[in-house]
């Protein structure tokens, strides 16, 4: 094993299920590697990473420059206002998550989000008017990358509805989330029906606006401590989110009492905080994109956004911008809800992948082996073996986010296409099952992986490009 989480030797098990399992009964160090050949192990790889070779000292010198940025940001919750303020978002407009899709290829899940987003607004009574505005091409379809957004699984983000403001108080940058729904029939889940409607209009309503006053006589809440200690806590911060939540709440509950105005609207707002484990990923969320905005430094090969819309996966690589490069999402394996399995889940979607970019998620489930059994990945051996996996393709150890597991070591952070390409190991990331079915909602949890095409296509693009 080699990068920067290398350990004593162990057992390096390439592609063998049956061994895997054997190593892991024997409580034998071991990693699990679940291999393919590059795509491929062919000319065209080998002809690209022999170019590579020619501009390494450019390159390095533009990955360490692009990776300090990503692990000294400093984000900071600072405000919850509609979104027609926060980003300007004009009315008409629906933003989704991952890379730009036309509606025609939009899964079903996130078309019916889209559909109960613009019944949500009043801007159509039913489906049938709803879509014939988007057919029509009277609502404009974008994603929430390109608004300074983020949005988990479907991404829906609407003029009218209340989004966190997270400052990188280091850069100045600035992102933003909706505020979590909680779990069930919610529209991150494709979930459309008239309690959808309700819960986002109280959103809207009551807690946004509570959360915003509170929020802005707070004069903030610093979320990289409370993130590193969330991730000591057991958090991993993309499918556990416990105790970030917890400490979430211990911080606002005192700017909430001192501005509510109506004592029976602060205990509806606690109880939804109190009782909702996820509250804190979409800050996780927003604060992993106003840490890697930033980023993005001419000629780096580091990789700054992950994001899927359940039909393509696209990532977006520090030295080339804006463009997208895209390949088709893969679907989760994991763990079904009673009633539903592998069968009815919807190909991967959310830009949820953005925690992975920033070291959590995915590559800190040694952090949180309760995840990794949640989500139907094994239990500690496998919690340990993904981030030492992720360790292969990343470029550092994370500075302020520590794994007690792993000795306080840094989580690995700085996911590289260079080594994504030359390896075949792709990013491995946490994540909710959506049903595939319109209005089925989450139907369980699981991992997935990135499609190695993406990385390859973006590694070409580095080698045409001159900064």
């Known amino acids: 094993m080699i990068g920067p989480l290398a350990g004593p030797p162990r057992v390096v098990n390439v592609g063998l299920e049956v061994f895997a399992r054997e190593l892991a009964l024997l409580g034998a160090p071991h990693v699990h590697l679940d291999w393919r ?23 390095d010198a533009a990955n360490a420059e692009a990776l300090g940025r990503l692990v000294e940001g400093e984000p900071a919750l600072i405000d919850c206002r509609p979104a027609r303020e926060a980003i300007d978002l004009p009315t008409h407009v ?19 989000a889209v559909l109960c987003a613009i019944r949500y607004e009043g801007w159509a009574g039913d489906d049938h008017d709803a879509r014939r505005l988007v057919e029509r091409s009277a609502v404009t379809l974008a994603p929430c990358h390109h608004w300074r957004s983020v949005g988990p699984m479907t991404g829906i983000i609407t003029a009218s509805m209340p989004v966190f403001v997270v400052e990188n108080r280091a850069r100045g940058h600035r992102a933003h989330a909706t505020i979590n729904e909680g779990l069930g029939k919610v529209l991150r889940f494709g979930a459309n029906d008239e309690s959808v409607i309700a819960r986002l209009a109280w959103l809207r309503d009551e807690a946004g606006p509570a959360l915003g006053a509170a ?57 939804f905080i109190g009782g909702n484990d996820q509250f804190f990923l979409n800050l996780a969320m927003a604060a992993g994109k106003a840490i890697a905005d930033p980023a993005f430094v001419p ?45 009815d889940a ?22 949180s082996p309760a995840v990794a059994r949640f989500v139907g990945a094994g239990g500690v051996a496998e919690a340990l073996a993904a981030t030492l996996e992720i360790g292969e393709i990343t470029l550092a150890e994370h500075p302020h986010f520590r794994i007690p597991a792993l000795d306080d070591r840094g989580a690995p952070v700085g996911i590289d296409v260079r080594k994504v390409v030359e390896t075949g190991i792709t990013p491995l990331i946490n994540t909710g099952i959506a049903g595939r079915m319109a209005g089925t909602g989450q139907i369980g949890a699981g991992v997935v992986r990135a499609p190695l095409p993406c990385f390859t296509r973006a590694l070409e693009a580095v080698l045409a490009h001159r900064s």
């Open 94 to 112: 629906v933003l989704h998550a991952g890379p730009p899709i036309e509606w025609e290829r939009m899964c079903a899940p996130l078309q019916a």
């Open 37 to 59: 050949p590059p795509a491929g192990a062919d000319s065209r790889v080998a002809s690209l990473l022999a170019r590579l070779l020619e501009r390494s000292s450019e390159i």
């Open 346 to 367: 919807n190909p991967d979607i959310g830009d949820s992948a953005i925690v992975e970019t920033i070291g959590l998620g995915g590559g800190a489930m040694a952090a």
């Open 299 to 343: 000629g780096s090969t580091l990789v700054i956004t992950m994001a899927r819309n359940g039909t393509d996966f696209g990532i977006r690589v520090s030295g080339l911008g804006e463009r997208w490069f895209v390949a088709p999402v893969n679907t989760p394996r994991g763990l079904y809800f009673p009633g539903h399995g592998p069968d």
């Open 215 to 271: 929020l802005r006589a707070s004069g903030g809440i610093e979320l990289r401590p409370l993130m590193a200690r969330a991730l000591s806590m057991g958090d991993e911060m993309h499918q556990r989110n416990v105790a970030a939540s917890a400490l979430l709440g211990r911080a606002l509950m005192p700017h909430l009492a001192r501005t509510a105005r109506d004592t029976d609207a602060l205990a509806r707002l606690a109880e």
